[in-house]
């Protein structure tokens, strides 16, 4: 619509200004200030700890029906159970072989002797005399500690999980890297499966297979599986062309292009996938305590519940030192695949491994034989000396630091967490549901408001709508604050080579320690609370949205940067005018990336305090009777992820196409 205005012998006509989806943003914003106002309290669907929703009693008869028939139903006998008896013997196989008394024999058929050297052996064959340095080191550090079985049990879930993973991921790997339309197939379910948080395995699983190592294996492998397809097909997909041109040139089937052509070339990348399998396996098995998995994670558990920091962190040294022994040998397999052995002395390396190999058969055959090298001595006494020193830190740091925390802590609580979590718990939830669907299509379009739309629907069909909102509350403040030093670290890195040698491998070791492991120091520092969760979350999501950042900066031409700077701008101006605008996808991806794992990691957070979604499903495993709402809770985490992820990614659209606008 238009006006027109009569002057003279002109006409003249003025355009009437168009709301902006900016402006019509902050709108929607004022308007739910408002109604927040007048109607704060009514309608929260706030629902007791004890009670239960119909829905949560028709779980609950479900499960007991399910346990009815768990011997009698024909899935079940057929299927279901016979993928659990599967599963059970292959984790008793690996245990009876290092971790319990197996085949009649009152210790493991290897004991810690022949672990220590057979795993030392293979580190070396696969990497190098320096990684197998290094592993048996950290293999000694389990005894040392008093960890030893709780250590092996970690690893025989670990690698059995390992094995499943590989032996279905890599041919579906395969698959979708030679064929575009599997490619297509499995991407959504791949996106889908590593959008849920960890948590979310475990519920339906204990339902099918019950509580114990089985559902913990398979909750593990199905987590772990997602990197080994595709990264495999990400491997095969980039060989180049040039290569395959020449092998069909030849007249290779489309087997011995595979065989001669695409695994050969893709070796390093594929390798890769099984150090990022083996990393998600690991941090899945601490994770699967929760259904009485054995190992580490159950001591952290315990520790944590009871909050014994020292307990804690000598079990989180032995499940980080695990993390860095794994990952470095995977990770030099993968440089040493690449390479192609790349020694100088490839005899002599052959005659040492063949003798380190007779000494590690005779340790094997020993640690089979002998009590002494089967069971690890009992004077190492380094586990009692970590827990009294993590317990003489942490009351020193209670007696000392307790102001600073404080401080911190009732700042972010009071100025960011106690009202945003008013402001979308206390809102009614009709107010609410439409306030998300609303911001959806202005972000978004109207797909995405339909996606949010049903998300609403489920959240509040759950029972659990406060809680998800709660639970919501604290993902945003954490991702605020993962956005914020993602911003503020990455451009540094970004802009500083130094910086980035330096940080970067501090970076690196964070992303492969299991989320367990950052609960301890921050309960240490600032006790049980939601506070401890926001901030646990913060620390587990901040490597990868700082190094997505970092990335993201570097690859802006350095002509451009120069150019700003010949035009007279200063550095400020350079990093908010050029580099944070220009890095835009990178900024988005962050953004998206660190709402995924911070999700995650705050409801891990129910086991300190954090309250909400959280609780509800540690409580659905440890109260029978809660077990539905549990599940219900692990639904609504899944829900909120994927509407959370479906917002983000609209808004990383948006601004692609706004800024394409620009530059045209």
């Known amino acids: 619509?238009?006006?027109?205005?009569?002057?003279?012998?002109?006409?003249?006509?003025?355009?009437?200004?168009?709301?902006?989806?900016?402006?019509?943003?902050?709108?929607?914003?004022?308007?739910?200030?408002?109604?927040?106002?007048?109607?704060?309290?009514?309608?929260?669907?706030?629902?007791?700890?004890?009670?239960?929703?119909?829905?949560?009693?028709?779980?609950?008869?479900?499960?007991?029906?399910?346990?009815?028939?768990?011997?009698?139903?024909?899935?079940?006998?057929?299927?279901?159970?016979?993928?659990?008896?599967?599963?059970?013997?292959?984790?008793?196989?690996?245990?009876?072989?290092?971790?319990?008394?197996?085949?009649?024999?009152?210790?493991?058929?290897?004991?810690?002797?022949?672990?220590?050297?057979?795993?030392?052996?293979?580190?070396?064959?696969?990497?190098?005399?320096?990684?197998?340095?290094?592993?048996?080191?950290?293999?000694?550090?389990?005894?040392?500690?008093?960890?030893?079985?709780?250590?092996?049990?970690?690893?025989?879930?670990?690698l059995v999980a390992v094995f499943v993973s590989l032996l279905f991921g890599i041919p579906l790997g395969i698959l979708a890297g030679v064929s575009d339309r599997f490619h297509r197939m499995i991407t959504p379910v791949l996106d889908l499966m590593q959008t849920m948080p960890t948590f979310v395995y475990l519920a339906p699983l204990t339902l099918v297979f019950l509580i114990g190592p089985a559902s913990a294996t398979i909750a593990t492998l199905i987590y772990a599986m997602p990197p080994a397809i595709r990264i495999t097909a990400h491997g095969i997909r980039s060989v180049p062309a040039p290569p395959v041109e020449a092998t069909d040139s030849f007249g290779a089937t489309r087997r011995q292009r595979l065989t001669k052509a695409l695994l050969p070339l893709s070796k390093r990348t594929i390798v890769l996938g099984v150090n990022q399998t083996i990393m998600a396996a690991l941090a899945m098995v601490t994770v699967a305590a929760l259904i009485d998995a054995p190992g580490l994670g159950k001591t952290v558990i315990k520790a944590l519940q009871t909050t014994d920091v020292g307990t804690a962190f000598n079990a989180g040294v032995a499940i980080v030192v695990m993390a860095i022994v794994l990952d470095r040998v995977t990770t030099a397999a993968s440089?040493?695949?690449?390479?192609?052995?790349?020694?100088?002395?490839?005899?002599?390396?052959?005659?040492?491994?063949?003798?380190?190999?007779?000494?590690?058969?005779?340790?094997?055959?020993?640690?089979?034989?002998?009590?002494?090298?089967?069971?690890?001595?009992?004077?190492?006494?380094?586990?009692?000396?970590?827990?009294?020193?993590?317990?003489?830190?942490?009351?020193?740091?209670?007696?000392?630091?307790?102001?600073?925390?404080?401080?911190?802590?009732?700042?972010?609580?009071?100025?960011?967490?106690?009202?945003?979590?008013?402001?979308?718990?206390?809102?009614?939830?009709?107010?609410?549901?439409?306030?998300?669907?609303?911001?959806?299509?202005?972000?978004?379009?109207?797909?995405?408001?339909?996606?949010?739309?049903?998300?609403?629907?489920?959240?509040?069909?759950?029972?659990?709508?406060?809680?998800?909102?709660?639970?919501?509350?604290?993902?945003?403040?954490?991702?605020?604050?993962?956005?914020?030093?993602?911003?503020?670290?990455?451009?540094?890195?970004?802009?500083?080579?130094?910086?980035?040698?330096?940080?970067?491998?501090?970076?690196?070791?964070?992303?492969?320690?299991?989320?367990?492991?950052?609960?301890?120091?921050?309960?240490?520092?600032?006790?049980?609370?939601?506070?401890?969760?926001?901030?646990?979350?913060?620390?587990?999501?901040?490597?990868?949205?700082?190094?997505?950042v970092a990335d993201g900066v570097r690859a802006i031409p350095e002509s451009t940067v120069e150019a700003a700077t010949a035009a007279g701008s200063n550095s400020w101006q350079t990093i908010t005018k050029v580099q944070l605008p220009m890095a835009r996808q990178s900024l988005m991806l962050a953004t998206n990336q660190g709402l995924i794992y911070v999700l995650s990691m705050v409801v891990i957070g129910g086991l300190v305090g954090a309250g909400a979604l959280g609780y509800e499903v540690v409580a659905g495993f440890s109260q029978g009777q809660l077990y539905g709402k549990g599940l219900a809770a692990g639904v609504a985490i899944v829900v909120l992820g994927i509407m959370l992820d479906r917002i983000a990614r609209a808004a990383a659209q948006r601004s692609d196409r706004a800024f394409a606008a620009t530059q045209t």
């Open 335 to 548: 440089i040493r695949a690449e390479q192609g052995g790349g020694e100088s002395s490839p005899r002599i390396r052959r005659l040492l491994l063949a003798g380190f190999g007779l000494v590690a058969a005779v340790c094997s055959y020993l640690s089979y034989t002998y009590l002494w090298a089967s069971e690890f001595p009992d004077g190492g006494q380094l586990g009692e000396y970590l827990s009294q020193g993590a317990t003489a830190v942490t009351t020193w740091a209670q007696n000392n630091l307790s102001d600073v925390t404080a401080a911190v802590k009732d700042g972010v609580t009071i100025a960011l967490l106690n009202p945003l979590e008013a402001l979308l718990a206390e809102s009614p939830w009709w107010l609410m549901g439409a306030v998300i669907v609303v911001l959806a299509a202005l972000i978004g379009n109207l797909r995405t408001a339909a996606v949010a739309a049903v998300c609403v629907g489920l959240l509040v069909g759950s029972g659990l709508w406060n809680a998800s909102m709660i639970t919501l509350a604290m993902t945003l403040v954490a991702t605020l604050l993962v956005v914020t030093l993602g911003v503020v670290v990455g451009v540094w890195m970004g802009r500083s080579s130094r910086a980035d040698r330096i940080i970067r491998p501090v970076l690196d070791a964070g992303q492969t320690m299991p989320a367990f492991v950052y609960l301890i120091p921050v309960v240490a520092l600032f006790s049980v609370s939601r506070f401890s969760a926001i901030v646990a979350g913060v620390v587990y999501a901040a490597p990868v949205a700082i190094k997505i």
């Open 1 to 158: 619509m238009a006006t027109t205005t009569m002057t003279g012998s002109s006409t003249r006509t003025t355009p009437r200004r168009r709301i902006t989806k900016p402006l019509a943003v902050v709108g929607v914003l004022v308007f739910w200030l408002v109604a927040w106002t007048l109607l704060r309290g009514q309608d929260m669907l706030e629902l007791p700890r004890a009670t239960l929703t119909d829905l949560h009693h028709w779980l609950n008869d479900v499960n007991d029906s399910v346990g009815a028939s768990r011997n009698s139903s024909p899935i079940f006998l057929y299927f279901f159970n016979e993928i659990r008896a599967v599963m059970d013997a292959l984790v008793t196989f690996v245990q009876g072989l290092i971790a319990q008394p197996a085949y009649g024999r009152p210790v493991p058929v290897l004991g810690w002797l022949g672990v220590v050297a057979l795993v030392s052996y293979a580190s070396w064959a696969f990497a190098n005399w320096r990684v197998g340095l290094l592993a048996a080191g950290g293999f000694t550090l389990f005894g040392l500690q008093g960890l030893w079985q709780e250590s092996m049990d970690t690893l025989a879930l670990t």
